[in-house]
């Protein structure tokens, strides 16, 4: 995963890539270009701070029927607001994926410290959000059942050894980064 300011960014970044790879090494197999959605992310600025420190990425990927992105946006925002209801700590960042995937596509990326993060999920959510979530259930399913057509979760390990980040980026996580390898 990278992130670009600019779809000339990506440009420069290939021609730098064709000029560095030999003819034999493997070619990224798939390649995706995605646009940041700010609306449909939760709590996006704390999940750019946990990158660093995360070890794991819940990864989310919707795709939806043509002409339903209003309910989507619903969806997703009623997700926020059960999230919300119980202060739940885990924040993602979505994108909207203008190639490389079917029309449609949304992805979401959840940092995460540890795994142990999971046990913490909605499972465990406090008497008062109960029922925020029994009256919101019934709205949540008609819209997935009508605009989504898959929606599939994955969760990633990150691996320093083959990842290139920057010393802006590591700052604080050397250890993890460039010291002890998991």
Known sequence: M????SFASIENLDKIIANVLEEDVPVTPRTMVALYRPGLSYRPEQAIRMYPKARYFQVTTYRIRPGT??????????????????NLNRPDIAYQVISGAESG?????GPLVSLATLDSGLANSPVYAEDL???SAEVRRKIATEGEISRENLLFRIDPRISNVSEE??????????GKKP
Do not use: C, K, N
């Open 2 to 5: 990278e992130a670009h300011d």
């Open 69 to 86: 992105y209003p309910e989507f946006a619903e969806l997703v925002r009623l997700r926020r607001q059960s999230l919300d209801s119980i």
């Open 105 to 109: 596509t949304y992805i979401f990326f």
């Open 133 to 135: 979530a029994d009256a």
């Open 169 to 178: 980026f590591v700052a604080g996580e050397s250890e993890f980064w460039h």
